[in-house]
């Protein structure tokens, strides 16, 4: 979350065993029928390979989507994300529909999966498993994560400020903690390095004192062999993988130790066991995501780190880190507003240390508040990480230098709460405390859904910026990409990535409409290049121009239709652009635009023209 790496305000005020192992018994339920509207190259497991997340035809694929949710961490739903399946079914018919997502990182709680030691809560898996496969239903990719923050709400009084979650509370008991304080804290991340009894937990947990690391291994391997085991075939395979512990810190360095050396000694053996234990639970074939130390990638708060010790991490682990911009949440460090290109650097950072380890990258969190001082610069900020996700290099030099753009980073914003400010949570079980606003954690407020008064989820930040085009699978690989969103700061429509005068006529078709465009080079597989449409492009305004084919209002797609919209799988009724080759090796475009109402066939042949001697000159054939 955002405050975890908030120690900027205390910088300012401060300076400022694998035994027990169980083993897969039987198979998956029974096969179900395929997801409604989905096609015969829908729904294959994702691997990693070559530096990518590749489906079962070997297409490249990109995860976008949300955090479901940051409900997990209350009490209220007794650490479920959802009350209901039903609500589970509503949230995941949004996020496809409103927010354009096609995965999500699904938050779960080791306090209530083993509540006493040693007994897993088979009633509380099962209620989560279900909760899932509404997500799996909607054809949503899903990959869980045992969240932490501050270790546990256990450390906490009932009258504390503040509270976390994660370890259940016979945990706690174990290490007999001071009484717990966070001194002069203006945000709850700074109780990650000044509250005494949260450093002292963490340290004990990554030196398994007491057992804990043991304890929390084999629950973990418990809950994959559930889901293994009670999800069907067809589900089991939108599971990505797993992200084993969320933002990881040692809480306290040893003697002589550093930031880089705890990665190395205590970290990464960690993952290493985790490992162990998804295979030992029938999840072999699916990576680990694995995050650094949380603070390796701060703007404020920076400690050397990203696991660069660990070797090549292949195709078994995912390089997994989170990005918030300090200096924006502070409302000191950075007054105003981010601006085209504020994180290219940042992402680019995160691509150059996947490429580095031999893996993928996912960025599982990025985010910013949207109520509080700061929540002003929500929208620039937002539009600027997800520009960073797209490619990286800033708007202003895309259309000159798109061969720098390196892969399309996925990533999940947090959060998709459709609870937000509707919430009953007795903050560290105290009845006076009562918290209903916002996310009812901490003071945070960052959801981008909420439920209106019928009961209706309702997107509370700019469709234009969440709904985007992105390439969901590329036939090949992609060789640059953007995506202009026109995305409103209120009634300030911000262009970061305008069509350059240098190409007339795609500017007069693309006008003041939104457009993407994708370069890629194909490869030898059968399934074709898949564009997610937002709810923005409909059918009579979208156009595309590309080398395969140039159409206003694109058809039904046919496996001999070069160029044509079909419903993504789910039954959601989200659309998705797919653009088929017959070729291998050969340098493909595409842009998608919803600017043009019927335009003309020489305006479309002109733009054509422009774009094929702009993707000969700038990225080669």
């Known amino acids: 979350m955002p405050n975890i790496r908030?120690?900027?305000?205390?910088?300012?005020?401060v300076l400022c065993g694998l035994c027990g192992f169980l083993t897969v018994a039987g198979t998956p339920a029974a096969t179900a029928a395929p997801l409604p509207d989905s096609l015969p190259f829908?729904?294959?497991?994702?691997?990693?390979?070559?530096?990518?997340?590749?489906?079962?035809t070997g297409r490249e694929v990109v995860l976008r989507g949300y955090n479901v949710s940051g409900e997990t961490k209350l009490a209220e739903n007794k650490g479920l994300p959802f009350a209901s399946v039903a609500d589970a079914r509503k949230s995941a018919t949004a996020l496809r529909a409103l927010g354009g997502g096609n995965s999500v990182r699904f938050l779960l709680?080791?306090?209530?999966?083993e509540p006493v030691r040693g007994q897993v809560d088979t009633a509380y898996l099962a209620a989560a498993t279900d909760q899932m496969r509404a997500f799996l239903d909607a054809g949503i990719r899903v990959y869980p994560d045992f969240h932490q923050d501050l270790y546990s709400r256990w450390l906490f009084d009932p009258d504390s400020w503040y509270t976390g979650d994660g370890a259940p509370r016979w945990a706690v008991e174990l290490g007999d903690y001071p009484d717990e304080s966070c001194g002069i804290c203006f945000l709850w991340g700074q109780n990650i390095t000044q509250n005494g009894a949260v450093k002292a937990a963490q340290y004990d947990f990554w030196h398994n004192a007491?057992?804990?690391?043991?304890?929390f291994l084999a629950m973990a391997q418990k809950t994959m062999t559930h889901l293994r085991q009670n999800l069907t075939t067809e589900q089991f395979a939108g599971v990505i993988g797993f992200d084993p512990y969320n933002e990881p810190y040692a809480g306290t360095y040893d003697s002589g130790q550093t930031s880089r050396t705890w990665e190395r000694d205590l970290l990464w053996p960690f993952y290493v066991k985790f490992r162990a234990r998804m295979d030992a639970a029938g999840w072999q074939d699916?990576?680990?995501?694995v995050e650094?130390?949380?603070?390796?990638?701060g703007n404020v708060s920076k400690e050397e780190g990203g696991l660069l010790d660990a070797g090549t991490l292949g195709s078994r682990y995912v390089f997994n880190t989170h990005f918030y911009d300090q200096k924006a949440i502070s409302g000191i460090l950075m007054w105003g507003n981010a601006a085209d290109g504020q994180y290219v650097s940042d992402f680019g950072t995160v691509r150059d240390r996947a490429s580095a380890a031999g893996t993928t990258a996912i960025v599982s969190e990025f985010g910013h508040p949207l109520n509080g001082s700061t929540?002003?610069?929500?929208p620039t900020v937002l539009k600027a990480m997800y520009q960073a996700l797209d490619s990286r290099v800033k708007g202003a030099s895309w259309w000159t230098t798109p061969a720098a753009s390196g892969p399309v980073l996925s990533g999940n914003q947090w959060q998709w709460d459709i609870y937000h400010g509707r919430h009953h949570e007795l903050m560290n079980d105290n009845p006076d405390k009562v918290l209903t606003t916002g996310d009812a954690w901490n003071d945070e407020d960052l959801s981008a859904v909420h439920l209106d008064d019928t009961g209706k989820a309702t997107l509370r930040q700019d469709a234009r910026l969440l709904d985007r085009i992105y390439p969901g699978a590329t036939s090949g690989t992609t060789l640059a990409f953007t995506y202009e969103d026109r995305s409103r700061d209120g009634s300030a429509t911000l262009t970061w990535n305008p069509v350059p005068s240098s190409l007339p006529s795609v500017a007069r078709l693309v006008g003041s409409g939104q457009y993407g465009l994708h370069v890629w080079r194909s490869g030898s597989g059968s399934a074709p290049t898949e564009l997610h449409l937002p709810a923005s492009f409909a059918a009579a305004s979208t156009t595309v121009v590309s080398d395969l084919g140039t159409v206003h209002t694109p058809p039904a797609y046919t496996a001999t239709t070069p160029v044509g919209v079909a419903a993504e799988p789910g039954g959601t009724g989200s659309r998705r652009l797919l653009l088929t080759d017959t070729d291998s090796g050969t340098l493909h475009y595409a842009l998608v635009t919803n600017g043009a109402t019927a335009p003309?066939?020489?305006?479309?042949?002109?733009?054509?023209g422009e774009l094929a001697a702009w993707a000969a000159q700038r990225i080669g054939g």
């Open 42 to 56: 829908d729904g294959t497991a994702l691997t990693v390979s070559g530096g990518r997340f590749v489906d079962g």
């Open 375 to 378: 929540a002003g610069k929500a």
């Open 109 to 113: 709680s080791w306090a209530y999966a």
């Open 210 to 215: 007491y057992g804990l690391q043991d304890s």
């Open 292 to 297: 650094p130390n949380l603070f390796w990638n």
């Open 286 to 289: 699916k990576p680990a995501l």
């Open 600 to 608: 003309s066939t020489a305006l479309l042949t002109a733009a054509r």
């Open 6 to 13: 908030a120690r900027l305000l205390a910088v300012l005020v």
